[in-house]
């Protein structure tokens, strides 16, 4: 019971980051902070992130949110029928 919670919360949490995405101001995305890399693919995702104009920006926001949200969805589906 317990997990299918979580599995929504961060559902909603991808939504947001969507909603994000779509709605959210040019000064909030030129301010906003990728953090360290730990990962070859991390530092090329930031090294991407942080160099591309806001457009990019929106839509790799926008992508992260929809792999996310998807992927708790495919979550919640596999832990409830699967």
């Known amino acids: 019971m317990w997990i299918n919670v979580v599995f929504t919360i961060f559902?909603?949490?991808?939504?947001?980051v969507m909603f994000f995405a779509?709605?959210?101001k040019?000064?909030?995305?030129n301010n906003l902070y990728t953090?360290?890399?730990?990962?070859?693919?991390?530092?090329?995702?930031?090294?991407t992130y942080?160099?591309?104009p806001l457009l990019i920006k929106r839509i790799l926001t926008f992508l992260m949110g929809l792999f996310s949200t998807l992927l708790f969805i495919m979550c919640l589906?596999?832990?409830n029928f699967g």
């Open 35 to 47: 953090g360290g890399s730990s990962s070859l693919i991390e530092l090329i995702f930031d090294l």
């Open 26 to 29: 040019k000064k909030d995305f």
């Open 11 to 16: 559902t909603i949490m991808g939504l947001a």
């Open 50 to 52: 942080q160099i591309s």
């Open 77 to 79: 589906y596999f832990h």
């Open 22 to 24: 779509i709605f959210g």
